[in-house]
């Protein structure tokens, strides 16, 4: 859970043409990919993203031997992927500078394969398993764009939770992809609640109004599900 946090919303460089694919294009944990596949996808679907193309991983699953990387919102993202990620600042809101680096211009999934099962990982051993493909130093884009935000907005991004006034790329780069979302409607407004964390533990709810956090939550739930009062709002 902790390792589909941290990598989630994680920009990189692609080091080789990666092609759209509708089934995850296997790599192994040497780095060996499979070359009939990757041939077979780049020619039948085109490339999702070019050597040096800038590239965000959306999605994480783990599944028995695998774990399969979702990449620019996968073979259905949209070609401008990229224009999603917002700054809000003193005039409204505007685009992250990331044009600075060339954006893929769309998407696909990877499949790291394990040889007897996904073993426990921390984020460095995968992006080390994923070295022949991606680039996870040249982080020029994320860090411009954490930049460009008010600094309550850095300080939480780096510090790993949610603040009121963040949108939902910001909450994204601080806990990565909730457990469970949530959307109702109160008093005829539209909330959607984004939760993390699963009993027995902490859970974190995060409620957005119009795509911007109005209130973070936190409870802890017990086996069977009890949950015990709430915390103070943050």
């Excluded at 509708?22 to 050597?51: F, H, M, N, Q, V």
């Excluded at 959607?192 to 739930?221: C, S, T």
């Amino acid at each position: 859970m902790w390792l589909t946090r941290e990598l989630t919303a994680e920009f990189a460089t692609a080091k080789r043409e990666l092609p759209r694919a509708k089934k995850a294009l296997p790599i192994d944990t040497s780095g060996k990919i499979d070359e009939e596949a990757w041939t077979d996808a780049l020619t039948e679907y085109g490339p999702a993203a070019r050597a040096g193309d800038l590239v965000q991983i959306t999605k994480i699953e783990y599944e028995d031997k695998r774990l399969v990387f979702e990449i620019n919102g996968g073979f259905k993202g949209g070609r401008k992927w990229y224009e999603r990620i917002q700054v809000t600042g003193g005039a409204g809101v505007r685009t992250a500078p990331i044009r600075q680096v060339s954006a893929a211009p769309a998407g696909t999934s990877i499949a790291l394969v394990f040889p007897s099962g996904v073993p426990p990982l921390e984020a460095k051993e995968v992006k080390q398993y994923l070295a022949s493909l991606f680039d996870f130093e040249q982080r020029s884009a994320t860090e411009q764009y954490v930049k460009s935000l008010p600094e309550p907005f850095q300080a939480a991004i780096h510090e790993k939770r949610a603040v009121e006034g963040m949108d939902q790329d910001m909450v994204l780069l601080a806990l990565g992809r909730p457990d469970s979302k949530v959307r109702e409607t109160i008093d005829g407004v539209e909330v959607e609640d984004w939760i993390y964390g699963k009993p027995p533990g902490k859970i974190v709810f995060v409620r957005f109004q119009r795509r911007k956090v109005v209130e973070i939550r936190e409870r802890y739930a017990g086996l069977g599900g009890s949950v015990a009062p709430p915390l103070e709002p943050k």
